[in-house]
């Protein structure tokens, strides 16, 4: 089963070489036309795709930056707010107890001003009752008398009714 070689160029089938050949031409060209510039493509369209991707991550990680700064913010604006309401409270709890002492102090002076007055007042019907004790006491004095009481009697039996009155004026008191 040997075959020559003369008998085999002449079983080869010419057109299936011709194909062969055509094949791989049609090979080379695609692989230097189509394949290198789709592999190209493909690269540059990887690498834009990664470098979004990688801004994207940069975006993501700065909103997170944000976020946290705007909560940390956030919570300081809070923490600002509760001392001032704080602050607020306490002046106010400042101003009204301030308040109820200026009452207090100012009821307790108008209290202390009526008892004067009332005082004042008092000793001013005391000091009438005892000129009008003396005057019925030398009226009477001078009917039993049936005379004109002088000055330096008149005086002196009002100093003895002024402290009988005074007397007991204390003892009704009690």
């Known amino acids: 089963m040997y075959l020559e070689w003369g008998k085999v160029v002449k079983t080869i089938n010419w057109t299936l070489i011709a194909n062969l050949v055509n094949f791989a031409l049609l090979l080379y060209l695609m692989k230097r036309f189509l394949y290198k510039p789709a592999l190209a493509y493909l690269d540059r369209r990887r ?9 994207a991550r940069e975006s993501e990680e700065r909103a997170e930056e944000l976020v946290a700064q ?28 301030a308040s109820k002492g200026t009452a207090r102090q100012e009821g307790e002076r108008i209290i202390a001003e009526a008892r004067r007055q009332i005082e004042q007042e008092r000793e001013q019907m005391v000091e009438e009752l005892r000129r009008s004790y003396a005057e019925i006491a030398v ?36």
Do not use: C
Not at 47 to 55: G, W
Not at 74 to 84: C, K, N, P, V, W
Not at 145 to 150: H, N, S
Not at 159 to 165: C, F, I, R, W, Y
């Open 47 to 55: 690498e834009l795709i990664a470098s979004r991707m990688e801004k």
């Open 70 to 97: 705007r909560e940390q913010e956030l919570a300081t604006a809070r923490e600002q707010a509760r001392r001032s309401l704080e602050e607020a409270r306490a002046r106010a709890e400042e101003i009204v107890n």
């Open 139 to 174: 009226l009477g004095a001078e009917r039993v008398l049936d005379r004109e009481v002088k000055l330096q009697d008149h005086k002196r039996l009002l100093d003895e009714l002024l402290s009988e009155v005074d007397e007991e004026a204390l003892r009704m008191r009690q």
